[in-house]
């Protein structure tokens, strides 16, 4: 697949910043085409291609859970755009969680990082909780850090990518670099080469078929209101850029469940108002992004919709899914939730019009892949910089 020209750019940038061997402190140029903002970056975490490509060997590396079978990358895969395609992610001990895993799609420009916690606003906070938090166990490393520190301190590899990430710290392992460098790589994933965006951005006409472009005008329309909380350059309603005076911030509650007739959630799963304690907070999750949309199944925060055409008819069409689970429409749902009329062709174009955010380089760039074979071995280019670098153990 042909790449587009500023992203060969943005691939030769930073393959020379590695070959330069310029280390933490190389100013780092984003991988994006002009007509996206420069997201907002932490200024004590600013972004190096070393810090990157630590995190990405963090990120897939089994080692940070307890028991070693989980890494952040088992819940969220390349090639679903960073979800698992599982309802709800199982822990290390085989256990079913109550959410599905959110795809890390433009995780950059999100003031908000999870489905139902308000709070959660700085990537280097948030990615501790699935590696130590307790409540629900996810990797299971709470009271374990020093053991996480000593695992990666004794690999053959992990202290001079450390130095390399953070010379100024003296490549010192804890809690504050892992999680720089975790976040610097999850802030690299950026998708901007959709054949939508060669299309609305690019100038090609052809990019998109003409379902999808009809489908486009469904999305866009006002009988639909999709793009009310799925709107902007990265459908959704939750944005803060470099260009933004303050974030914009959208939790919903889409009427997917009335258990009471009052608009009751699952007692496990309420939204934000497990954070907030306000009744009205009842089944609000944040809005997810549309990009990528059609590899991520099943939807919804829980997983319980199974396909993009089920998630249209059997939930929006009907002012949510209570209706279809022979409830009535939630009084707590969104004013948008009104329902509407479709007709099977729209409907195909509809779903066309989603399909075409698809961004296939972006789900196979290796930039983001796994940089450990089979064997435990680094397979990225830092090695060949390093020849005295071992196997990764």
């Known amino acids: 697949m042909r ?4 992203l060969q750019n943005g691939v030769l940038v930073m393959l020379l910043a590695t070959l330069l061997g310029a280390g933490g402190t190389t100013a780092y140029r984003w991988d994006k085409p002009d007509w996206v903002p420069e997201p907002v970056v932490p200024t004590d975490n600013p972004m190096s291609t070393a810090k990157i490509e630590l995190g990405r060997h963090l990120f897939y590396d089994k080692r940070l859970s307890l028991n070693n079978t989980m890494a952040c990358a088992t819940c969220h895969q390349q090639d ?12 290390i001990h085989g256990e079913e969680g109550v959410r599905s895993a959110m795809s ?3 995780l950059a420009y999100l003031p908000v990082l999870t489905w139902a916690n308000p709070n959660q606003k700085h990537l280097e906070k948030q990615l501790l909780v699935p590696i130590f938090g307790s409540n629900p166990i996810e990797l299971g490393m709470e009271g374990r850090e020093q053991a996480l520190f000593t695992r990666l301190q004794n690999d053959a590899l992990y202290p001079k990518l450390f130095r390399r990430a953070f010379p100024q710290q003296q490549g010192v392992i804890n809690l504050a670099t892992i999680s720089q460098a975790i976040a610097s790589f999850e802030r690299s994933l950026l998708s901007f080469n959709a054949p939508y965006d060669r299309y609305k951005y690019g100038g090609e006409s052809n990019a998109i078929s003409a379902a999808a472009k ?6 866009f329309g006002e009988e639909l209101e999709c ?3 799925h709107g902007g350059f990265n459908f959704t309603d939750n944005v803060q850029h470099s ?3 303050f974030p914009e911030i959208g939790f919903h509650n889409t009427g997917m469940y009335n258990r009471d007739g009052k608009g009751a959630y699952p007692p496990d799963n309420t939204g934000i108002r497990a954070v907030t304690d306000h009744p009205a907070d009842e089944g609000k999750f944040r809005t997810p ?3 990528n949309i059609a590899v991520t199944a099943p939807y919804m925060h829980d997983g319980s919709i199974g396909t993009l055409r089920e998630v249209i008819l059997k939930h929006y069409a009907i002012k949510g899914k209570a209706v279809n689970d022979g409830h009535a429409p939630s009084p707590l749902r969104d004013a948008l939730i009104e329902g509407f009329a479709i007709t099977d062709a729209e409907l195909n174009d509809l779903i066309a019009f989603m399909e075409s955010l698809t961004d296939q380089i972006f ?6 892949s796994n940089p450990w074979n089979a064997s435990g071995v680094s397979t990225t280019t830092t090695q060949a910089m390093h020849p005295v670098m071992k196997a990764h153990e």
């Open 3 to 6: 790449l587009k020209p500023w």
């Open 80 to 91: 679903q755009a960073f979800t698992d395609g599982k309802a709800r992610s199982p822990n």
């Open 289 to 291: 992004t549309l990009r």
């Open 227 to 229: 793009s009310h909380c």
């Open 214 to 219: 009809r489908g486009e005008g469904l999305f």
């Open 243 to 245: 260009r933004l005076p």
């Open 363 to 368: 789900l196979t760039n290796p930039q983001f």
């Open 104 to 106: 890390l799609v433009n």
